[in-house]
């Protein structure tokens, strides 16, 4: 009989322990989130973005699908159509290039180097304005071990995957910056 009171104290005392460092976690959240903390990726978006239009932003697993998708989820607001838009964005180049580093006794790859090359071009629908162009890069380091072709083949798609997001998010800071200089001019 002693000997279930105990235990009944220890579940007791757990339960508590575990409320209050759920209470310590909530609270250094609640914190965090007021002075500005944010996880990776997100961003508030600039309203010199709004009224965009992207070339072939439907097309999925593209550049400019990407680009479009990233834009609307962090809740710019594109135009339907080029004649309706302030400005027009337009990937003339996506080109993914990869090369060996290095092979093993077998002649096997082990490392390989991949590389994103993008070109943009922001084209403002008041003809008096210039045409903006920025060309852009990435390049990651791919290392394999084993003998495992699938996982190999699928961490290469990943990659990709992962460097288009990259990159979109590089040219929505760029396109931020330009914008936001050119409605305060």
């Avoid at 990776?40 to 709004?50: D, F, V």
């Avoid at 096997?108 to 993008?118: F, N, P, S, T």
Wanted: aromatic share 6%.
């Amino acid at each position: 009989m002693c000997q279930t009171n105990w235990s009944i104290s220890l579940r007791t005392d757990r339960k508590s322990s575990r409320l209050t460092a759920f209470s310590i976690l909530w609270v250094a959240l609640l914190l965090l989130n007021g002075c500005g903390f944010y996880l990776k990726g997100y961003s508030h978006p600039s309203q010199a973005l709004n009224g965009l239009y992207i070339v072939g932003g439907e097309a999925y697993g593209s550049m400019a699908g990407v680009l479009q998708s990233d834009l609307l989820s962090s809740g710019v607001i594109l135009m339907p159509s080029r004649e309706s838009a302030q400005n027009t964005i337009e990937i003339t180049q996506e080109q993914f290039s990869h090369r060996v580093l290095s092979v093993d006794a077998n002649g096997k790859a082990l490392d390989y180097e991949m590389r994103l090359q993008v070109a943009v071009h922001l084209i403002p629908a008041d003809k008096q304005k210039d045409k903006v162009s920025q060309k852009m890069e990435i390049v990651r380091q791919l290392s394999f071990g084993g003998s495992d072709e699938l996982g190999q083949r699928n961490e290469a798609e990943m990659m990709k995957e992962d460097m288009l997001r990259d990159m979109s998010a590089q040219i929505i800071r760029r396109l931020d910056a330009y914008l936001s200089t050119q409605k305060q001019n």
